[in-house]
């Protein structure tokens, strides 16, 4: 059988990484994407050699930026069957009342305008040939509000929101849309939104046992090989310590 193309957004770290790796032990062709452009080299190198990769260096807040990378994939890339939105952080972890712009933005423009930039150029195709799967990461955060979660938070209802929207207005193309929510997950997630601190980024993880990037990249696969008649929509998964956003068992 011909292997499908998945396009990744965030493959340079953690989630998306683990997700690229193991989709090329799999049935699935490349494109792996991030800023990180020796990151990304080294890892199609590495994975080049169990499928064909490609690479794409943009950052998902600069819609030009966005919309040329995609348009510039050769004619035998260009048909792809799975997207899957992962590129994201939280920055920062402020009360509302004394958050940064900087920090705002950040979030808004990547968790969400930049998972509407990719998804506005990756769409059309998959409408066009009636067929496709989107997987978007959302989070515990995005069903959840927590103390000084405020903006993260909202972002990521956002893309539950959009998720949602997009699974009601591509039914009618056949597409296959996902929301895969994990809470504690061990990835450079929180070194970035303590902004290198990492010691308190290790705090997050202290006296429990997290979520691997690799955990969520099984689920990822699981629900792309699921029959074609059949849907995963909506996907929470916790590491056993977690019950909620702000409740977690630590020894
Ligand atoms: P990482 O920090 O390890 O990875 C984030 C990825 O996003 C990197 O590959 C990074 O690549 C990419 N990225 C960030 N900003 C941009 C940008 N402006 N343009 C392009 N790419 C960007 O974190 P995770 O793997 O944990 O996070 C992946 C997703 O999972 C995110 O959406 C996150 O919100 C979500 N999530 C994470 C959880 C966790 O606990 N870790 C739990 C729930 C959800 P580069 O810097 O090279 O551009
Ligand atoms: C990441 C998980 O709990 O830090 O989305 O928000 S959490």
Same mark, same amino acid.
């Given at each position: 059988m011909a292997k499908r193309t998945a396009f990744i957004t965030g493959a340079t770290s953690g989630i998306g990484e683990a997700t690229a790796r193991l989709l090329a032990k799999s049935e699935f062709r490349l494109i792996i994407c991030g800023r990180r452009d020796d990151r990304l080299k080294a890892l199609a190198d590495e994975l080049s050699k169990q499928t064909e990769v490609t690479t794409l260096s943009f950052d998902v807040r600069n819609q030009p930026e966005v919309a040329s990378a995609i348009s510039s994939l050769p004619a035998q890339w260009k048909d792809i069957d799975v997207l899957i939105n992962n590129a994201g952080n939280a920055h920062g972890m402020d009360p509302i009342q004394k958050g940064s712009l900087t920090d705002w933005d950040a979030m808004i423009d990547i968790n969400v305008k930049g998972l509407l930039y990719v998804s506005k150029e990756i769409i059309p195709g998959m409408t066009e040939r009636k067929r496709g799967h989107i997987i978007n990461l959302g989070s515990i955060a995005g069903k959840e509000v927590y103390p000084n979660g405020n903006v993260y938070c909202a972002s990521k209802y956002a893309v539950d929101a959009l998720t949602q929207g997009m699974r009601l207005d591509l039914n009618a193309f056949g597409i296959k849309v996902t929301s895969i929510n994990p809470g504690l997950v061990d990835t450079e997630f929180s070194s970035v939104r303590f902004k290198g601190d990492t010691a308190r980024a290790a705090n997050v993880y202290k006296g429990m046992t997290p979520l691997k990037g690799e955990d969520i990249a099984d689920i990822i696969l699981y629900t792309l090989q699921v029959p074609a008649h059949v849907v995963l929509a909506d996907i929470t998964v916790f590491?056993? *310590?977690? *019950?909620? *956003?702000a409740v977690v068992k630590r020894d």
């Open positions: 590491p056993t *310590a977690q *019950a909620s *956003a």
